[in-house]
């Protein structure tokens, strides 16, 4: 019984591991066979009728529906997705987390259950998933935090399974400016933290990149030591001939934000030059021809004088009621993903915050 059992499992699961392209990773082992207590010279369980029984207990309490042939861990990953602090029931990216089994004759509801290495940075809501009725997989959601990384341990009948995740903090570009009315070079990209935790910015990197797609991005400064965002507040890095109040400062020896089109993002440590790199934090592109960017890149046709571009507070903002109107101390936390539907115009106005500046609360809607 037991070479029957271990030949179906290895064909199954040789078979789930083609379809998912080799991209998870996999762990095999002989299911539990309860029923073996008289294959020495019964003939083999005789048919298999009631064989396993459920497991006869061994999965620790977790119902296997049926009482069948059971059900075995088989995936778990994809490892080294990303989340978002504060998360609460969040999911990963670039790809959602999923659990796999296994079934045989089985077909009822099944528990996983999960652990985590330092669950402030990354943890399964309740320490458990449940895989439903007749499913072989399910989506695992996320509780954090804080940010870092960690190891979560998939647990389920006697087999394990572990994936990576690192946690990135929740920051948004909440304003950008190309230039001023009397000085091109006078630009500025400020920050703003959406969330009641305090960030790090050691080691963060801001990067401007041209409409010349065959170029990289290039870096304009990477945060010192010292540097970190508070909640609900604001972070000013000021770029060639921008003056003080800043945070930070940025001179560049080859050249400066366009006034016509580009794309700047801020990146996490170890973030590299291309496009589309994983540790970017957020990036904002304006003007035709932007690359890289979040959606469609912000629409600065009607921006005849540059003050600057501005996140929204809340899906109904405008520039009126950003610029001194009931959204104004409404924070920057509105992010569709689509850079041209989350920020407003500021012609020839413009409003940057720094570190000193007032807490403001996000104006959710």
Known sequence: MRARWTGVVALLALAAFAAGGGCEQVVQWEPPDNGDAGDAGDGGDAGGGGQDAGDGGDDGGVNLGDGGTGAWLF???PDGQYLRAPADGGATYPNPLIVRILRGGESGPVQVNFSSADA???AVPGGSVLIPMGM??????????????????????????????????????????????????????????????????????????????????????????????????????GINGHMPPEDAHS???????SATAGTVRLCAPGAGLDYADPLTIDSVGWGSGALDNEGAAVDITLLATWGSIERKAKASSTA???????????????????????FVLRIAAQDPQTSLSLQELPDGG
Do not use: C
């Open 120 to 122: 402030s940075v990354a």
């Open 320 to 342: 009126s009621t950003m610029n001194g109107g009931v959204d104004d101390k409404g924070g920057n936390a509105y992010d569709t993903g689509d850079n041209n539907r989350d």
């Open 136 to 237: 072989v997989t399910a989506n695992v959601p996320l509780n954090s935090t804080t940010v870092g990384s960690t190891v979560l341990t998939a647990r389920f009948d006697g087999g394990q399974l572990q994936a990576m995740v690192q946690v990135l903090p929740r920051i948004v570009i909440s304003e950008v400016a190309a230039k001023t009315i009397a000085d091109d070079n006078n630009e500025y990209v400020e920050l703003y933290n959406p969330t009641p935790l305090d960030f790090s910015l050691n080691g963060y990197e801001l990067q401007y990149h041209s409409t010349n797609n065959m170029a990289q991005y290039l870096s304009a400064v990477t945060l010192g030591s010292s540097k970190h965002i508070a909640p609900f507040s604001f972070f000013l890095i």
């Open 251 to 257: 001179t560049w020896s080859t050249g400066a934000l």
């Open 75 to 77: 995936s778990f990953g």
